[in-house]
């Protein structure tokens, strides 16, 4: 399986991005997908996931009501759009592969078994 995540950027606080990620080895549809940023001197931090019909979704607190994760399963992609942005969302992020078509939702970096190159998103007060 391999995962292509793309989008980030330098934006100003309160500005948008979406992040996408193409997927590819693997019945797309079949398994949750999710979202992950990591700060520098921070561990790996769950941001969202979504179903593998994409009609379930979960968001860590942070960012619930700013962002949202979608998928659209024709092009074997995941999107995360990314709205009122702020400096504390840098980060880099990474999409991942959940390793079961179970919908948890899952949280921990170790449920995941395929991991994107991860994409910088830098937000400027």
């Known amino acids: 399986v391999q995962l292509q995540a793309s989008g980030g950027g330098l934006v100003q606080a309160g500005g948008s991005l979406r992040l996408s990620c193409a997927a590819s080895?693997?019945?797309?549809?079949?398994?949750?997908m999710g979202w992950f940023r990591q700060a520098p001197g921070k561990e790996r931090e769950f941001v969202a996931t979504?179903?593998?019909?994409?009609?379930?979704?979960y968001y860590a607190d942070s960012v619930n009501g700013r962002f949202t994760i979608s998928r659209d399963n024709a092009k074997n992609t995941v999107y995360l759009q990314m709205n009122s942005l702020k400096p504390e969302d840098t980060a880099v992020y990474y999409c991942?592969?959940?390793?079961?078509?179970?919908?948890?939702?899952?949280?921990?970096?170790?449920?995941?078994?395929?991991w994107g190159q991860g994409t910088q998103v830098t937000v400027s007060s």
């Open positions: 991942a592969a959940d390793k079961t078509e179970y919908f948890g939702p899952a949280r921990r970096v170790t449920d995941y078994d395929y």
């Open positions: 979504i179903s593998g019909s994409g009609g379930i979704t």
């Open positions: 080895g693997r019945t797309f549809s079949r398994y949750p």
